[in-house]
Nanobody, 126 residues
Framework: QVQLVESGGGLVQDGGSLRLSCVASGRQFSSYAMGWFRQAPGKEREFVVCISRLGDTIYYADSVKGRFTISRDNAKNTAYLQMNSLSPEDTAVYYC???????????????????WGQGTQVTVSS
C-alpha cells in the first residue's frame, strides 16, 4: 500500500511558477514510476508527465513540454513538479500517482496507475 500526499498548489499569476511535491508513504517508493495528472472543471483527468523509478525515462504531454519539469528524490520518497510559464489553461486540480514498475519505464495511461493522491488545486489568474 502506498499513500500519496500532494502539496504546493495555490494561486499564481499568468507567467508565474509553482513547485508541487508528492510525498509517498509505504515501502518501495523506488519501484514505482510516478506520474502527474490534472483535471480542470468539466474536463476529464489528463496526463501531464511521468518519470521512471530511477528517473531515466520521462514523458511529457505536449501541452507542458518545455515549461514543466518532473523530478524525484527516492531517498526522500518524494516526486516534484516544477511548473514555469503558467497560463490560465493550466488551472486544474493536480494529482500525483504511483505505477508499480520495478523494471523501469513509465506510462501515460491513467489506468496503469495503482495509487493516487488527493490532489492539489492550481489556479492561474490572467
Amino acid at each position: 500500500q502506498v499513500q500519496l500526499v500532494e502539496s504546493g498548489g495555490g494561486l499564481v499569476q499568468d507567467g508565474g511558477s509553482l513547485r508541487l511535491s508528492c510525498v509517498a508513504s509505504g515501502r518501495q517508493f523506488s519501484s514505482y514510476a510516478m506520474g502527474w495528472f490534472r483535471q480542470a472543471p468539466g474536463k476529464e483527468r489528463e496526463f501531464v508527465v511521468c518519470i521512471s523509478r530511477l528517473g531515466d525515462t520521462i514523458y511529457y504531454a505536449d501541452s507542458v513540454k518545455g515549461r514543466f519539469t518532473i523530478s524525484r528524490d527516492n531517498a526522500k520518497n518524494t516526486a516534484y513538479l516544477q511548473m514555469n510559464s503558467l497560463s490560465p489553461e493550466d488551472t486544474a486540480v493536480y494529482y500525483c500517482a504511483a505505477d508499480y514498475r520495478p523494471l523501469g519505464g513509465g506510462s501515460t495511461k491513467r489506468s496503469d496507475y495503482d495509487y493516487w493522491g488527493q490532489g492539489t488545486q492550481v489556479t492561474v489568474s490572467s
